[in-house]
């Protein structure tokens, strides 16, 4: 009995002993968590995010740059997931314990991140979306300059080689290896400048691609894809897309993607041609078809020569090299078909009686024949053309109040009447048009080869707007005024005519592009470049800064940069250097002097300039660390203390001035608006042969230093010793009249002005 009670307490120690165990396992089945379930980030991808933040990985230790795991960071490339600098015992999921490295070496407690305390074990994979929320909080804290940024692509071709994609916009240059599969889906991004990072997730949606150019459709099999091969070309890149169905080649198409995948397409085929007549932000009108809206997403396609997508500015206004695709009644794409010869231009005559570009009515004659148009008669849209039928004969035009040095025109003279009224277009042949341009721009008693140059000048200049029409909404490409050429300002010339035809077909090029060739009237012995014009351009490297005089007399002459110096050029500009080209010439020295500034009027073109471009007037404002200069509204400057020329650009010419009152300074830059704020419109400018004329609205030049008079701590007025007439910039054309004249041909003129550039057809 006694071993039977033994044996029994036994049994129940050992059934004691396993419930205890139970009940441990139990409790520690029940303290485990599961691993959370869903899509997880990449060790690969938070690297590259933190890089991009400049902040410390989970995977840096402080031995000096070894890995996790003693590993040293990897070179080359990476593949299956890995990116440079991950050691392969890494994982490629990023832990949780990895996570909390980070978080507590950023200080994630302080500022808000979250720890997901109770929701992970250490070695659980986080979770993708816990990722980017506490990513998306790293940002506030760290980005301080915005640099890193969220949006969405849809990526139409990667490179994998070069690690680069192309999305509908823009080129980037991507870091993390899960794009490199990503061709024709839609992701949400963080970038950071021209670089795609890393793909927050990838969106579901149907993405359509309008106006797709399909240039060939080959039916292939490759590697698992079977069907038809469209070759495409969409904003500058190619790429090759699968179809089950077969489409037609050389065609405009929508492309539809869903899952990375071509789903459906339309093809546009219907087209039209005609001579392109205007261009405006949302329509387009052709000789014979009359004015098409345009799509929102309209592509423009240059097929001849090379392909490439074209803006809107590069259409051909005046001609009809161009195939237009309609469907539904918008034009959806223009195909640049062939090049031919774009020999003719269309220039818009201003009313210069009313100064602007409508007129109510003109008296035209053609033939014999008279002609009264009037604006009230014309319906919006409706032209009238008016043009001899010899080809060698003009047309007259008549205009009350506008007088000009010829009104017989060449070629066709085309009335247009817009919504706001009706303006006047003379088309004609290129080469014409500089008939009427060359001896208005330039004296035709002026040596030939002088004459030359400047129909090479005004060929080139007169180009570019062919290319890329001035007034593409008008369906001109330039106007009549000082503002482009002028043209017919005097009549034609046998000499100008003669240096027109000298140089036929002629223009000016800068390694195989149209060059700029700015000119202006005369230089004050130095040059300057394109950078005075405060314009979002580098300045041309070829129109070089420097002393205009002959090679062999300027070899002791100081440079463009040297006459930045104030002491520099005042030195100079207060002499004549009798080896400069131009130093016989009226416009070499002058002198202007204004002998009461009032500073209110001052102040109105100050105001005047600044609503005409806000960042290059300033105002000075006092901070902690000294004076600093800001863009804002001008208000009273009070009395007039000083003004003063603060910098210089290349060849001396005023870039900077600063204007003093007792209320405010403010600085002036451009040589424009120093040139227009100084002008008084009243006080004459003296030439250095005693002549004297009264400017308009503008210095003759901005090639001057400024003395002020003042009476106690007023400043009463201003004179200025200055030399030159016009910017500056380019070719100097009294400098080439005395070029021609010491027996220089037009090439060297041009070349001595135009470095390192061309002439040719």
């Not at 059934?15 to 303290?31: C, I, N, Q």
């Not at 010419?653 to 009243?682: F, P, Q, W």
């Not at 054309?733 to 037009?746: C, F, L, P, V």
């Amino acid at each position: 009995m006694k071993e039977n009670w033994k044996n029994f307490v036994k049994l129940l120690v050992i059934l004691a002993g396993m419930v205890f165990l139970f009940w441990l396992w139990l409790h520690r089945m029940e303290s485990v968590k599961e691993e959370p379930e869903g899509e997880k980030i990449r060790t690969e991808d938070v690297k590259i995010l933190l890089e991009a933040l400049e902040l410390p990985t989970a995977f840096e230790e402080e031995n000096g740059g070894e890995k996790a795991g003693g590993e040293k960071e990897k070179d080359g490339g990476g593949k299956d997931g890995e990116s440079d600098g991950i050691p392969e015992n890494v994982p490629q999921e990023l832990t949780y314990g990895q996570y909390l490295k980070i978080y507590e070496q950023i200080g994630g407690a302080e500022k808000g991140i979250p720890d997901f305390a109770g929701k992970y074990e250490e070695d659980h994979a986080f979770l993708k979306e816990d990722w980017y929320q506490a990513f998306q909080l790293m940002l506030a804290h760290f980005d301080v300059e915005s640099s890193i940024w969220k949006t969405t692509v849809f990526i139409i071709k990667v490179d994998a080689q070069e690690k680069k994609l192309y999305t509908q916009n823009s080129e980037y240059t991507y870091h993390s290896s899960s794009f490199a599969d990503s061709a024709f889906f839609k992701e949400e991004v963080y970038v950071k400048g021209d670089e795609l990072l890393t793909s927050i997730r990838t969106l579901d949606e149907k993405t359509i691609l309008e106006n797709v150019w399909v240039m060939e459709v080959t039916d292939e099999q490759k590697e698992e894809q079977t069907g038809y091969a469209l070759s495409c070309f969409y904003r500058q890149v190619e790429f090759i897309v699968w179809s089950a169905k077969q489409t037609e080649r050389e065609q405009v198409t929508d492309l539809v993607f869903e899952n990375g995948a071509l789903t459906e397409y339309t093809v546009k085929s219907e087209k039209i041609r005609g001579k392109l007549l205007r261009v405006t932000e949302d329509s387009l009108e052709i000789d014979g078809y009359g004015t098409y809206e345009t799509e929102e997403n309209l592509e423009i396609y240059k097929l001849c020569g090379t392909l490439e997508t074209q803006k809107k500015t590069d259409l051909m206004i005046g001609y009809d090299y161009t195939d237009f695709v309609v469907h539904n009644q918008k034009i959806s794409a223009c195909l640049v078909s062939r090049e031919g010869e774009m020999d003719q231009i269309r220039v818009l005559l201003k009313n210069t009686a009313e100064g602007g570009y409508y007129y109510e009515k003109a008296l035209v004659t053609v033939d014999g024949r008279q002609t009264e148009v009037e604006a009230d008669r014309l319906d919006a849209g409706e032209r009238l053309i008016f043009q001899s039928e010899a080809l060698t004969d003009k047309v007259d035009l008549e205009i009350e109040g506008v007088e000009k040095g010829d009104n017989a025109y060449r070629g066709a003279l085309e009335f247009y009447k817009t919504e706001d009224g009706m303006v006047i277009i003379n088309e004609l042949p290129l080469e014409e048009y500089l008939y009427a341009v060359v001896p208005s721009e330039m004296p035709a008693s002026y040596p030939m080869e002088a004459l030359k140059a400047q129909a090479v000048c005004a060929r080139t200049y007169a180009f570019k707007y062919i290319l890329h029409a001035g007034f593409a909404g008008l369906g001109a490409h330039l106007d009549d005024t000082t503002s482009y050429q002028v043209y017919h300002n005097l009549e034609e010339n046998a000499a100008t005519t003669t240096a027109v035809k000298e140089t036929t077909g002629m223009k000016l090029y800068y390694q195989d592009e149209l060059a700029e060739n700015y000119y202006y009237s005369t230089s004050c012995g130095y040059g300057t470049d394109t950078g005075i014009w405060k314009s979002e351009k580098e300045p041309v490297s070829y129109i070089r800064p420097g002393k205009l005089a002959p090679e062999e007399d300027s070899q002791s002459a100081r440079s463009a940069e040297d006459m930045a110096s104030e002491e520099n050029f005042e030195e100079f500009i207060k002499n004549v250097d009798e080896h400069d080209f131009e130093s016989g010439e009226p416009w070499y020295r002058w002198q202007y002097e204004v002998e009461e500034a009032d500073a209110g009027e001052l102040l109105e073109r100050i105001k005047e300039r600044y609503q005409a471009n806000a960042s290059l007037i300033l105002t000075r404002k006092e901070g902690a660390d000294g004076a600093y200069y800001v863009s804002e509204p001008v208000g009273d400057i009070g009395e007039l203390e000083d003004i003063s020329i603060s910098k210089r650009g290349p060849g001396g010419i005023a870039d900077e001035m600063l204007i003093t009152g007792s209320k405010a300074v403010i600085k002036i830059i451009s040589e424009y608006n120093i040139r227009r704020i100084l002008c008084d419109g009243e006080s004459q400018v003296v030439r250095q042969n005693g002549s004297g004329s009264v400017p308009g609205t503008l210095l003759p030049s901005a090639f001057f230093v400024i003395e002020t008079g003042k009476s106690e701590e007023d400043m009463l007025g201003y004179t200025l010793t200055g030399g030159g007439y016009g910017h500056g910039v380019g070719m100097s054309q009294n400098g080439a009249k005395e070029m021609g004249s010491r027996g220089y041909g037009y090439e060297e003129i041009l070349k001595s002005f135009f470095a390192d550039c061309e002439i040719k057809e």
